[in-house]
């Protein structure tokens, strides 16, 4: 079955980076888009960024120039390299994919920065 695991979550002062990893299963992983979302307290779950299987990728206006998504097809796994954190970056994130209709979600990493 589909399985998404991500880690490299923490806790970070402002101005600091992370790299979060989502080991992805139980698909043909260079086939799919895949993305990271974050939901903070309170909030609705948003979009970070998203790349497809050909390697484009976009981001939220709110971290361009600061976050970057990549994939390692021979691992399986997509990245998520955050510079420049801030406090406002404080929230869960999720890596998902969709297939056909489904659409699949990890557990979630904490992401919280601190000022």
């Known amino acids: 079955q589909v399985q998404l695991v991500e880690s490299g979550g923490g806790l970070v002062q402002a101005g600091g980076s992370l790299r979060l990893s989502c080991a992805a299963s139980?698909?043909?992983?260079?086939?799919?888009?895949m993305a990271w979302y974050r939901q903070a307290p309170g909030k609705q779950r948003e979009l970070v960024a998203a790349?497809?299987?050909?390697?484009?990728?976009n981001y939220a206006d709110s971290v361009k120039g600061r976050f970057t998504i990549s994939r390692d097809g021979a691992k399986n796994t997509v990245y998520l390299q955050m510079n420049s954190l801030k406090p406002e970056d404080t929230a869960v994130y999720f890596c998902?994919?969709?297939?056909?209709?489904?659409?699949?979600w990890g557990q979630g990493t904490q992401v919280t920065v601190s000022s």
């Open positions: 139980g698909f043909i992983f260079s086939l799919r888009s």
């Open positions: 790349i497809t299987s050909g390697v484009n990728t």
């Open positions: 998902n994919t969709e297939i056909g209709v489904r659409s699949y």
